[in-house]
């Protein structure tokens, strides 16, 4: 980083020093400032993509880093909480901490506070969902950048045809001593001088885009294994709990009925007859 930081501003010096370079004999010298406003009206976007990267440049440098990604001392109290089963304090611990593997955690372990019923694969799952949100949040704070040097180069080349057109209206006047008198050096030079500036916009930009890029992926290398590293001890711990639980007891199967002897037809008895001494209804 610090190499590339030197490179792009030796690169900015040599332009500098090449711009105000004098001619031998040559009694005008080359002003930045005049050259600017001969940009015209394009230059004003330009200008507001320029601050817009360098305010982005300065805040990735100083926001993505190692400690902000994954912390070694909070590694360290993580692994020490999980071992003593304090799942709640390490939830409560992950809450108070800013880095990326802080916010995992702390999915992690609220959601395993809140169930304990949970099976291990459900519990990656939250895992995992919530690093793919930290992923895509580091992704998308370095994708502006990348914007920036997508749209400079467009708006420096809107500006080249703004100038283009200026110049042809100029040659379109057919007043002779109008170009004579370089008239139509004002449309091209607005041309020239968006071109350049969108272009240097876009490169500066592209380049920086690059070198965080490689940071992020740098970073989110070590946060997977952070979070796989602790996942593993979080299943260790519920691979020994299935194993000391006791065994549910399946009920006993209930007892068959036992099979009646039943007489065959042949040898049951005839039912009772009443008899005639017998008054009807007795």
């Known amino acids: 980083m610090n190499r590339t930081l030197l490179f792009v501003l030796s690169l900015l010096a040599a332009t500098g020093a090449a711009l105000g370079a004098e001619e031998p004999g040559d009694t005008t010298k080359v002003n930045i400032l005049e050259i600017i406003k001969e940009g015209g ?54 809450h108070r901490r800013g880095e ?111 070198v965080f890029r490689g940071r992020v992926q740098r970073y989110l290398t070590e946060l997977e294994a952070a979070a796989t590293h602790l996942l593993a001890l979080l299943g260790s711990q519920f691979q020994q709990s299935e194993r000391y639980r006791p065994d549910k007891k399946a009920p006993a199967p209930a007892p068959e009925p036992a099979d009646t002897y039943q007489l065959p037809r042949s040898q049951r008895p005839a039912p009772a007859r009443p008899s005639q001494s017998d008054p009807p209804g007795a």
């Not at 070694?72 to 304090?89: H, N, P, Q, T």
């Not at 916010?103 to 099976?119: L, S």
């Not at 045809?161 to 449309?187: D, H, P, S, W, Y």
């Open 41 to 94: 009206l394009m230059m004003w976007p330009l200008g507001a993509l320029s601050i817009g990267a360098l305010v982005l440049i300065l805040l990735l440098f100083f926001t993505i880093n190692r400690r902000n990604v994954v912390n070694d001392r909070f590694m360290r109290v993580a692994e020490s909480l999980i071992r003593k089963r304090d799942y709640l304090g390490l939830a409560g611990y992950a």
């Open 100 to 210: 990326c593997i802080a916010r995992i955690t702390q999915k992690t372990f609220d959601f395993v506070t809140k169930n304990p019923e949970a099976k291990f694969n459900e519990i990656r799952d939250v895992a995992e969902a919530e690093g793919s949100r930290q992923a895509s949040t580091l992704n998308q704070r370095i994708s502006y950048l990348a914007d920036i040097g997508a749209i400079a180069p467009m708006v420096g080349l809107l500006g080249t045809v703004f100038g283009m057109i200026r110049a042809f209206l100029e040659i379109n006047t057919g007043n002779v001593e109008v170009v004579r008198q370089m008239k139509l050096a004002g449309g091209v030079a607005e041309a020239l001088v968006t071109t350049a500036s969108g272009l240097s916009i876009g490169i500066l930009a592209m380049i920086f885009y690059s």
